[in-house]
Nanobody, 120 residues
Framework: VQLVESGGGMVQPGGSLRLSCAAS????????MNWVRQAPGKGPEWVSR????????YYADSVKGRFTISRDNAKNTLFLQMNSLKPEDTAIYFC??????????????WGQGTQVTVSS
């Protein structure tokens, strides 16, 4: 199983970045997908979630209206479009795949993360 994030970098406040997460080794379309971030010296913060078919998305209040999560099940790829970036968005962004079966068994996979720095 692999989740490989890309697209991070340094951007000025108000700028945009698009993160990608390439998945392999599992049935991507069967998993809900999340973006989770961790700022320096802080605990993990859930950012956004998209369900298996992509029809439902959810956002933390801190990013609502600025970030858009999406997925391409044909290409096994998750995206996060980040607009109007703020210095407080600076963090390592992790891709997470999550599935709970009908029997209650949970599968949870994580990527290595990509650094996003928002600074003037």
């Amino acid at each position: 199983v692999q989740l490989v994030e890309s697209g991070g970098g340094m951007v000025q406040p108000g700028g945009s970045l698009r993160l990608s997460c390439a998945a392999s080794g599992f049935t991507f379309s069967s998993y809900d997908m999340n973006w989770v971030r961790q700022a320096p010296g802080k605990g993990p913060e859930w950012v956004s979630r998209v369900v298996t078919g992509g029809g439902s998305t959810y956002y933390a209040d801190s990013v609502k209206g600025r970030f858009t999560i999406s997925r391409d099940n044909a290409k096994n790829t998750l995206f996060l479009q980040m607009n109007s970036l703020k210095p407080e968005d600076t963090a390592i962004y992790f891709c997470n795949a999550n599935r709970i079966t009908g029997m209650g068994e949970e599968f949870d996979y994580w990527g290595q993360g990509t650094q996003v720095t928002v600074s003037s």
